[in-house]
């Protein structure tokens, strides 16, 4: 059971998807890995799953990244293969404004609260998600808290935010 | 009833003639197990429930949000907190993220010294989680055993790095400070006197099986609901090697269901590859494989091999200096990294984020509890609900590991 | 008719009161509230080592039994609105012991946008324990303080005039 290298699962998924996917990018074993466009990342994830020889049976890690400059909100996916013990890394990139991706709850369990929490904290719809709501921040929350730009409320249900400081200067 | 609503409500079902009722109820989020602040919101059939849905949340302290203002090295007393049980653990990620980052060698000596913090707070977790699941299943004596076992290693940390529970040692770059003189020979004589107390621990726990075996069938009719220790833990949630793999399940929860992985040994990292020691699996001792037995005595072995890897390191630690020199303005190069540690809930991940300034991006920390806790309402349907808090004491949950 | 606060001051007065206050402050039921950190050391505190057992302060799982909650760790405010429920389902006289940092102020966790600076914003506190954690000394004091603090209180003897403020 060889691990496959990158450029080799690159190359897989290249020729399965053509433009969807782009270039491979990474400086060590464990952020090496490739965009690829929302439409397609259910289909490269269940791609990516199910090949033999390739077998990432298990979503490691999905999380959201806020780059206000570059105006995306980046969702990175590390997918790691417990077959044959390598990992890849795949980023979708959705706009600010308006960011939805295609749930990717379908092809692992355990995407379904990760994908939760990141509506939670960054506000990224996932279209198809089975149960999309709040997980850590209470229902009637504004906002969404890990937005670069997330102004605190000055109160909530009657307890103010903030503190006076206890040093008398 | 609103999943965030706390009243009780009775539904009226009317089934064959005969109208039934289900209860909804919320377990928590104050309650008297140790595992933190959880909530579960029960539908239950009597004693037998429909489904427990988990509603987590209450002890989320943004701890991600809080690293992109404090910095790198102000971050390191946060990692503590991310797990308060396995501390060690979060300090090491933290500073092998940032070390990871920005191309740092490690001094051998720093290594060990966190390979010998990581493994006696491992020893300190699993003395928690195991007894805190039994006080939970209703033995409350060993509980006190593992907090007086507890104290005797909080004594020793303490000597090392100055505090009991949030530890704040490692720094990017190695430790904060060296082994005090006279602490190798305590720490040894610690370990020797403790790796046949786990022994003990566990003739506790076997002592019901010796006693009861003969006696099963006499006994059948009368203890069929009235489960002793293995048999309350015995075939409770079973959970496949598949599922395991599917819902992101790690560490003793993964290794409980048959999966031969361990990060320590299949993607090593620190001194790892140069100690000798096993994983244990679980082999459905009791009943079948994945269940809440099963985990429980990957627990326990673990505690062993723990004190084989203290042993070798406490008798190998090499010289030299403790931390490498690093700038007190940290700025690694832009990029990210993902690293993975074997705490004592499992391979726990981070995922950092660098913009080449003094203050990370973004800090994501994926832990084993967050992903137990979701599969917990798939595996409750028709457990009862003393089951429930037998599958929760043995996936260990911690609440911040949940929330952060 | 109530004896509440009615009689005067004199020895005999005042040393059932004493008595009344000894019986008190000498078995005090805290609640098991603990939320983060500060509840391991909660819990050790009243492990094999440090016992608070010896004071007679023996944890319970409900407030409805409990005459102190000990709240030890961070208090978000998802859970402060759930704290004020449970401090209103004790009985009374029932007293708060603040442990820890994030309870008294938020501690270090004031940076954060999900945590109620204090649990004084919910509930009123009657001690305040230092610490991050606390070590089970100081918890220990904290409940001696409020040891001292039930001792003074007064039930049959009137209680002294508040003098008014300038």
Same mark, same amino acid.
């Given at each position: 059971?060889?691990?496959?290298?990158?450029?080799?699962?690159?190359?897989?998924?290249?020729?399965?998807?053509?433009?969807?996917?782009?270039?491979?990018?990474?400086?060590?074993?464990?952020?090496?890995?490739?965009?690829?466009?929302?439409?397609?990342?259910?289909?490269?994830?269940?791609?990516?799953?199910?090949?033999?020889?390739?077998?990432?049976?298990?979503?490691?890690?999905?999380?959201?990244?806020?780059?206000?400059?570059?105006?995306?909100?980046?969702?990175?996916?590390?997918?790691?293969?417990?077959?044959?013990?390598?990992?890849?890394?795949?980023?979708?990139?959705?706009?600010?404004?308006?960011?939805?991706?295609?749930?990717?709850?379908?092809?692992?369990?355990?995407?379904?609260?990760?994908?939760?929490?990141?509506?939670?904290?960054?506000?990224?719809?996932?279209?198809?998600?089975?149960?999309?709501?709040?997980?850590?921040?209470?229902?009637?929350?504004?906002?969404?808290?890990?937005?670069?730009?997330?102004?605190?409320?000055?109160?909530?249900?009657?307890?103010?935010?903030?503190?006076?400081?206890?040093?008398?200067? | 009833?609103?999943?965030?609503?706390?009243?009780?409500?009775?539904?009226?079902?009317?089934?064959?003639?005969?109208?039934?009722?289900?209860?909804?109820?919320?377990?928590?989020?104050?309650?008297?197990?140790?595992?933190?602040?959880?909530?579960?919101?029960?539908?239950?059939?009597?004693?037998?429930?429909?489904?427990?849905?988990?509603?987590?949340? +209450?002890?989320?302290?943004?701890?991600?949000?809080?690293?992109?203002?404090?910095?790198?090295?102000?971050?390191?007393?946060?990692?503590?907190?991310?797990?308060?049980?396995?501390?060690?653990?979060?300090?090491?990620?933290?500073?092998?993220?940032?070390?990871?980052?920005?191309?740092?060698?490690?001094?051998?000596?720093?290594?060990?010294?966190?390979?010998?913090?990581?493994?006696? @707070?491992?020893?300190?977790?699993?003395?928690?989680?195991?007894?805190?699941?039994?006080?939970?299943?209703?033995?409350?004596?060993?509980?006190?055993?593992?907090?007086?076992?507890?104290?005797?290693? @909080?004594?020793?940390?303490?000597?090392?790095?100055?505090?009991?529970?949030?530890?704040?040692?490692?720094?990017?770059?190695?430790?904060?400070?060296?082994?005090?003189?006279?602490?190798?020979?305590?720490?040894?004589?610690?370990?020797?006197?403790?790796?046949?107390?786990?022994?003990?621990?566990?003739?506790?726990?076997?002592?019901?099986?010796?006693?009861?075996?003969?006696?099963?069938?006499?006994? @059948?009719?009368?203890?069929?609901?009235?489960?002793?220790?293995?048999?309350?833990?015995?075939?409770?949630?079973?959970?496949?090697?598949?599922?395991?793999?599917?819902?992101?399940?790690?560490?003793?929860?993964?290794?409980?269901?048959?999966?031969?992985?361990?990060?320590?040994?299949?993607?090593?990292?620190?001194?790892?590859?140069?100690?000798?020691?096993?994983?244990?699996?679980?082999?459905?001792?009791?009943?079948?494989?994945?269940?809440?037995?099963?985990?429980?005595?990957?627990?326990?072995?673990?505690?062993?091999?723990?004190?084989?890897?203290?042993?070798?390191?406490?008798?190998?630690?090499?010289?030299?200096?403790?931390?490498?020199?690093?700038?007190?303005?940290?700025?690694?190069?832009?990029?990210?990294?993902?690293?993975?540690?074997?705490?004592?809930?499992?391979?726990?991940?981070? +995922?950092?984020?660098?913009?080449?300034?003094?203050?990370?991006?973004?800090?994501?920390?994926?832990?084993?509890?967050?992903?137990?806790?979701?599969?917990?309402?798939?595996?409750?349907?028709?457990?009862?609900?003393?089951?429930?808090?037998?599958?929760?004491?043995?996936?260990?949950?911690?609440?911040?590991?949940?929330?952060? | 008719?109530?004896?509440?606060?009615?009689? &005067?001051?004199?020895?005999?007065?005042?040393?059932?009161?004493?008595?009344?206050?000894?019986?008190?402050?000498?078995?005090?039921?805290? %609640?098991?509230?603990?939320?983060?950190?500060?509840?391991?050391?909660?819990?050790?505190?009243?492990?094999?080592?440090?016992?608070?057992?010896?004071?007679?302060? /023996?944890?319970?799982?409900?407030?409805?039994?409990?005459?102190?909650?000990?709240?030890?760790?961070?208090?978000?405010?998802? %859970? /402060?609105?759930?704290?004020?429920?449970?401090?209103?389902? %004790?009985?009374?006289?029932?007293?708060?012991?603040? %442990?820890?940092?994030?309870?008294?102020?938020?501690?270090?966790?004031?940076?954060?946008?999900?945590?109620?600076?204090?649990?004084?914003?919910?509930?009123?506190?009657?001690?305040?324990?230092?610490?991050? &954690?606390?070590?089970?000394?100081?918890?220990?004091?904290?409940?001696?303080?409020?040891?001292?603090?039930?001792?003074?209180?007064?039930?049959?003897?009137?209680? &002294?005039?508040? /003098?008014?403020?300038?």
């Amino acid at each position: 059971m060889a691990a496959s290298d990158p450029a080799a699962i690159h190359a897989a998924l290249r020729s399965h998807f053509g433009d969807a996917v782009g270039d491979l990018a990474g400086t060590r074993p464990d952020n090496t890995g490739t965009t690829v466009a929302p439409s397609a990342i259910v289909d490269v994830c269940r791609f990516l799953k199910t090949e033999t020889g390739l077998a990432f049976d298990c979503l490691s890690n999905l999380s959201g990244v806020d780059y206000p400059k570059r105006n995306v909100i980046e969702v990175v996916y590390h997918l790691y293969s417990y077959r044959y013990r390598h990992l890849f890394v795949l980023k979708v990139d959705v706009p600010r404004d308006n960011p939805a991706v295609p749930s990717v709850a379908g092809v692992w369990h355990a995407a379904e609260w990760q994908e939760r929490e990141v509506f939670d904290l960054l506000g990224v719809t996932f279209e198809g998600h089975p149960d999309l709501r709040r997980i850590l921040m209470p229902e009637d929350w504004p906002g969404h808290p890990l937005r670069k730009d997330f102004v605190e409320p000055e109160e909530y249900h009657g307890i103010s935010t903030s503190r006076e400081s206890l040093l008398k200067t | 009833m609103s999943l965030t609503g706390f009243e009780v409500e009775i539904q009226r079902e009317v089934d064959g003639g005969l109208s039934t009722e289900d209860m909804t109820l919320s377990m928590g989020p104050q309650h008297p197990s140790t595992h933190g602040v959880l909530r579960f919101v029960v539908r239950a059939d009597g004693e037998v429930m429909k489904e427990a849905i988990p509603d987590i949340g +209450y002890l989320h302290r943004s701890i991600e949000k809080i690293a992109e203002k404090v910095g790198w090295h102000g971050f390191m007393p946060y990692t503590d907190r991310v797990d308060y049980v396995a501390a060690m653990f979060c300090n090491q990620g933290w500073a092998m993220a940032g070390e990871r980052l920005a191309g740092i060698e490690v001094p051998k000596r720093s290594e060990y010294c966190r390979v010998i913090a990581a493994e006696f @707070n491992r020893i300190q977790s699993h003395l928690l989680s195991v007894g805190s699941m039994a006080m939970d299943i209703g033995a409350y004596t060993p509980f006190t055993h593992a907090l007086r076992e507890r104290e005797y290693i @909080n004594d020793l940390i303490e000597e090392l790095c100055g505090a009991r529970l949030t530890f704040n040692y490692m720094r990017i770059g190695g430790v904060a400070w060296d082994i005090p003189p006279g602490w190798r020979e305590k720490a040894l004589a610690y370990v020797e006197r403790f790796e046949p107390l786990i022994d003990e621990y566990n003739a506790l726990i076997f002592a019901y099986v010796e006693r009861f075996e003969p006696l099963i069938d006499e006994y @059948n009719a009368l203890i069929s609901f009235n489960k002793i220790y293995t048999e309350r833990l015995a075939n409770v949630a079973v959970i496949t090697a598949q599922e395991a793999i599917d819902y992101n399940l790690v560490g003793p929860n993964l290794r409980g269901s048959g999966v031969h992985y361990d990060v320590r040994r299949d993607e090593p990292y620190s001194v790892y590859p140069e100690l000798d020691f096993e994983v244990p699996v679980g082999t459905g001792e009791m009943g079948m494989v994945g269940d809440c037995f099963d985990r429980y005595m990957v627990r326990m072995r673990e505690m062993k091999e723990s004190c084989k890897i203290l042993r070798q390191c406490l008798q190998r630690l090499p010289g030299g200096p403790v931390v490498a020199k690093v700038a007190r303005n940290f700025k690694p190069p832009a990029g990210d990294c993902y690293v993975r540690v074997e705490s004592a809930r499992g391979d726990m991940g981070w +995922y950092v984020v660098s913009d080449g300034t003094a203050f990370p991006h973004r800090c994501k920390i994926r832990t084993g509890s967050f992903a137990a806790m979701s599969i917990i309402q798939k595996v409750s349907r028709n457990l009862m609900i003393a089951d429930l808090i037998a599958v929760i004491a043995s996936f260990d949950l911690v609440a911040p590991e949940i929330d952060r | 008719m109530s004896l509440i606060n009615t009689a &005067p001051e004199m020895a005999l007065t005042t040393k059932i009161d004493d008595f009344l206050n000894w019986t008190r402050k000498s078995s005090v039921w805290y %609640m098991m509230f603990g939320l983060a950190c500060c509840a391991i050391e909660m819990m050790q505190t009243g492990g094999p080592r440090s016992d608070l057992d010896r004071f007679g302060a /023996a944890p319970r799982a409900t407030p409805r039994v409990s005459d102190l909650i000990i709240v030890s760790g961070t208090l978000t405010l998802k %859970m /402060a609105l759930r704290t004020k429920v449970l401090y209103d389902q %004790m009985p009374d006289p029932k007293y708060v012991i603040s %442990m820890g940092s994030c309870a008294n102020c938020g501690g270090l966790f004031q940076l954060a946008y999900s945590v109620c600076d204090g649990v004084d914003k919910v509930i009123p506190v009657d001690v305040y324990v230092p610490g991050c &954690p606390p070590r089970p000394e100081a918890l220990t004091e904290g409940l001696v303080k409020l040891q001292e603090k039930i001792q003074q209180e007064r039930w049959l003897v009137r209680k &002294p005039a508040v /003098a008014a403020n300038a």
